[in-house]
């Protein structure tokens, strides 16, 4: 049962992971370890060195779509560098593994095909989070330092956002209507990491579109 509602920080982390397990992704993203008995939301982001307000303005945006901007922008960053990581560096190449066990050589052609629609796939979501790494990090810390860069501004990350979830709906699309062959559990299991990646990209965006864009636009009238 999940709960609907503003988070504080003096409400069990405990109790925050068991209304919304899907609030775990959110705590490794923020670098947050399982293991902290009855401890409540802000002392644990204080004991790991995470700042509070960024934290409940993650989750309360994931949970029950609240804006706060009120937040370290530094520190959101540092959330979304850690979800591009575990995207580029786990949770896709585990589903690349999966589809390839799922998929084996009973498709022939078909299969491969699909393999290479995923890692094409997977070329596109390391793009578009290479360049936020590359180019969009770099410029709001020059902001956040007082320095403003020419021709450049947040305005233009956000034309260019695309949705990178969109793909990965077509390739779920693909294999409910067209894969031949029977049912199996791997490729149920498959599809289902499927169908959470696709929604954890989708929220993931949406943090980016909703939260840090226009913080980044509000820091920038200040410099």
Do not use: W
């Amino acid at each position: 049962m999940y709960r609907l509602g503003r988070y504080r920080e003096d409400d069990r982390m405990g109790d925050l992971i068991s209304d919304n397990y899907q609030l775990l992704l959110v705590l490794s993203r923020f670098g947050i370890s399982l293991g902290f008995g009855d401890s409540r939301i802000g002392q644990v982001c204080r004991q790991n060195g995470v700042d509070t307000a960024t934290f409940l303005a993650v989750v309360n945006f994931i949970t029950g779509g609240e804006v706060d901007l009120d937040f370290s922008i530094e520190a959101m960053m540092g959330y979304l560098h850690l979800a591009h990581d575990y995207y580029t560096g786990f949770r896709l190449p585990a589903i690349r593994a999966k589809l390839i066990e799922a998929l084996g050589d009973s498709g022939g052609d078909v299969s491969r095909a699909v393999i290479r629609f995923f890692d094409d796939y997977c070329a596109e979501v390391g793009g578009h989070m290479d360049y936020e790494e590359k180019n969009v990090f770099p410029y709001v810390r020059e902001l956040l330092a007082g320095h403003r860069k020419s021709g450049y501004d947040i305005a233009i990350f956000r034309k260019r956002h695309d949705r990178v979830e969109a793909k990965l709906t077509e390739l779920k699309n693909i294999l409910i209507k067209y894969y031949p062959g029977d049912s199996s559990n791997e490729l149920n299991g498959v599809l289902f990491d499927i169908f959470a990646c696709e929604q954890d990209l989708a929220s993931h965006n949406m943090v980016e579109d909703i939260l840090f864009v226009p913080a980044v636009t509000e820091l920038e009238k200040n410099v």
